[in-house]
């Protein structure tokens, strides 16, 4: 059984149907949804206030081992629409790396060939300012060959991040029914130009931060292309962490890793693109992790500034009020994350 994590702080820095032909249907539930509140995974089911998403899981196999695993988005818009998930065609530029795991299919189940370790103790410790942390070590490590991104012997690639086997559960895990065939994951708010959107986290690049997103650490997802571009070649797009924003728990402009460790809610990441709108096609649920840091630290809890659009974000990097961690120029610091996009207020 899988330790309890000591002093845990969630950062925001989730039948047997074969996959191939997998179509997953969810009753209507759009009239019982907020007012002004999009749910974009048609696949998924929020809780009332937008803390947990509820998603289909699919069963598959790295051996003679079971896994369970559930999927997001889909790089064929077809294959998307058939099965109720994200279309992302730019995950398909990750063929032929690291990052891009090919799998066969032996009576309508995923053959993996890489897995997860789902057994360590995640830990994270905040240190006196909140980040960064004095401790961090990830809960679940991914094996050599393993991604959470998939291709088909017809060649789609899925995100289909691998949620539970005999070592245990992601750590983003809250339920699971596997007769109903669902599982049920922590979510996380950030902000999209100005509205806030709702996501999950499944895997990270790095170990910190997968520790710190309560993810599986992944160090394949390195290898996709293009660090710093937004563009259709790349398989990435863009999420702006706060390093120091304001803190203090009851502060309406609050914000920031800093905030986030130190108990006082989501850290409110900025997103660059969502599966929705005239920019859709742009969206990829990989993200180019910009370490956001304010050049005058730390932030006071009085102060007024939120950042809730990647694009102002940009500017005022370039206008010298943001930069990179130690100083540096703001821009990728070399670390992926998978957070697909559940939804969004409008």
Not at 180 to 206: C, I, L, Q
Not at 255 to 279: H, K, T, Y
Request: net charge neutral.
């Amino acid at each position: 059984m899988k330790k309890q994590m000591r002093h845990v702080t969630r950062w925001g820095l989730m039948a047997a149907v074969g996959v191939a032909t997998m179509s997953f249907t969810v009753a209507a539930h759009a009239e019982g949804m907020k007012k002004n509140h999009r749910l974009l995974l048609k696949s998924a089911i929020e809780n009332a206030d937008y803390t947990e998403v509820t998603l289909p899981i699919f069963e598959g196999q790295r051996s003679s081992e079971t896994v369970w695993f559930v999927v997001t988005e889909s790089s064929d818009k077809a294959d998307a629409a058939t099965r109720g998930v994200h279309y992302s065609p730019k995950m398909a530029n990750g063929k032929g790396t690291l990052a891009v795991q090919s799998v066969g299919m032996v009576n309508r189940k995923v053959q993996f060939l890489g897995s997860v370790d789902f057994s360590p103790e995640r830990v994270v410790v905040p240190s006196e300012t909140g980040f960064p942390p004095k401790e961090a070590k990830p809960g679940a490590i991914g094996e050599a060959l393993y991604t959470p991104l998939i291709q088909l012997p017809n060649g789609i690639v899925l995100n289909a991040p691998q949620i539970k086997n005999n070592s245990g559960n992601h750590d983003r895990l809250i339920r699971i029914d596997l007769e109903k065939h669902v599982a049920t994951f922590k979510m996380t708010d950030g902000f999209f130009e100005g509205r806030r959107v709702h996501y999950t986290s499944f895997n990270a690049s790095d170990p910190a931060i997968a520790a710190l997103e309560a993810a599986n650490y992944t160090p394949n997802l390195k290898a996709l292309p293009s660090k710093g571009a937004n563009g259709p070649s790349s398989a990435l797009t863009g999420l702006a962490p706060v390093v120091n924003g304001p803190t203090g728990k009851m502060n309406p402009h609050r914000q920031g890793l800093s905030s986030a460790l130190m108990g006082e809610g989501d850290p409110l990441n900025i997103v660059q693109e969502i599966p929705f709108g005239a920019r859709a096609l742009a969206y990829s649920p990989m993200w180019d992790v910009h370490a956001t840091v304010w050049a005058q630290v730390p932030m006071q809890a009085s102060s007024s500034v939120t950042l809730t659009d990647f694009n102002d974000v940009e500017k005022k990097a370039f206008a010298g009020q943001i930069t990179g961690p130690e100083g540096k120029s703001w821009g990728p610091i070399g670390v992926v994350v998978n957070c697909p996009i559940i939804s969004i207020e409008e």
